[in-house]
Each structure stands twice: as C-alpha cells, then as structure tokens.
C-alpha cells in the first residue's frame, strides 16, 4: 500500500479496497482522476484530497479537519493497546495515521507555526467529537463553552487577512 501527492493532490489509498493490506498499488494519476491496479489485479480505490494554493476557507477547514482525525486515530490505537490491552498490531495503523497527519500539516498554505496556532482549535473540536461518537461520552456545556472559544481563535489566526 502507498501514498503519494501529485499535482497538488494528497492520494490515500483504502487499505481493503486494494486485495489487502498486503498488495502493492500503484497510482497512475490521469487529468483529474485516479486509476490505480492492485499486485493482484484488482481495481483500488483512493480518496484523493485536492488543496489549492490559493487561499479558501472551506478547503482550509476541511484540511484542518482531515489533520485532526488522523493525529486522533494515530494517538488513540497505541492508547488502547496500552491502557485497554488490545493487540500490539494496532501500532502499525497508527503509525500510518500519525505519517498522514504529519503529511498533511504541510499541505497547509501558512507558515508552520500559524498552522500549529490554528489547527488547536479544530484539534479539540475533533476530539470532544470524538469523546461522544467513539468513547460513548457526551460533552459537557463546559467543554462545548470550550470548543467554542477554541473556534473564535482557530477562525482569527487561520482567516485573516493576508
């Protein structure tokens, strides 16, 4: 399995869509669409995030949204292998997820230190989100309070004026 950018493009192959963990793909990218072949021979499925340089609220956001989930999934799979005594093969996946978020911070069109400021915001979004859809907790007004003013400061240093 492998991942790779092209022409502004960040290619993430889905993992069972290609024969397996264990198949080779190889993405061949043709005007805007994606056709990969497995070692199998089979057809693989991609997501394909596309980022402009220009800057655009939307696709910033949802860049900083993707950053989040994977730094999450990274840092939650070792924590239930260590706190919860589930299998030690969950450190391959989040080694993955944690390579695409580093990946993905530097799709961000700002200076690394503004990204880091920003993406804080959106970080503890994903993660109250994350406490009430996969740990079955639901946030409190505090922590919405929180995630509010989090927001205010992500949206501040992450869309001004340039």
Same mark, same amino acid.
């Given at each position: ?6 022409? %502004?493009?960040? +290619?993430?192959?889905?993992? *069972?869509? $290609? ?5 080779? $793909? ?10 990969? #072949? !497995?070692?199998?021979?089979?057809? $693989?499925?991609?997501? +394909? ?8 609220? =939307? #696709? ?8 989040? @989930?994977?730094?999450?999934?990274? $840092?939650? /799979?070792?924590?239930?292998?260590? #706190?919860?005594? #589930?299998?030690? =093969? ?7 997820? /944690? ?15 503004? &990204?880091?400021?920003?993406?804080? %915001?959106? *970080? @503890?979004?994903? !993660?109250? &989100? ?6 079955? =907790? ?8 929180? &995630?509010?003013?989090?927001? +205010?400061? =992500? ?8």
């Amino acid at each position: 399995m492998s991942s790779g950018t092209a022409a %502004g493009r960040l +290619i993430l192959p889905t993992p *069972y869509a $290609c024969g397996g963990l264990g198949a080779l $793909c190889r993405p061949s990218l043709l005007a805007a669409t994606l056709t990969t #072949k !497995a070692s199998s021979g089979a057809h $693989c499925r991609h997501i +394909i995030l596309t980022f402009a340089s220009q800057h655009h609220p =939307m #696709k910033t956001l949802l860049l900083y949204i993707a950053t989040a @989930i994977a730094e999450i999934v990274g $840092c939650y /799979l070792p924590y239930l292998w260590l #706190k919860e005594g #589930k299998s030690v =093969m969950l450190l391959i996946p989040a080694a993955v997820s /944690l390579a695409i978020f580093a990946r993905l911070l530097t799709l961000h069109p700002s200076a690394a230190g503004r &990204v880091y400021a920003a993406y804080g %915001g959106v *970080y @503890i979004t994903a !993660a109250l &989100v994350w406490l009430w859809a996969v740990e079955g =907790m639901r946030p409190t007004g505090w922590d919405w309070a929180g &995630v509010s003013f989090s927001l +205010i400061g =992500m949206a501040i240093i992450a869309f001004q004026p340039r």
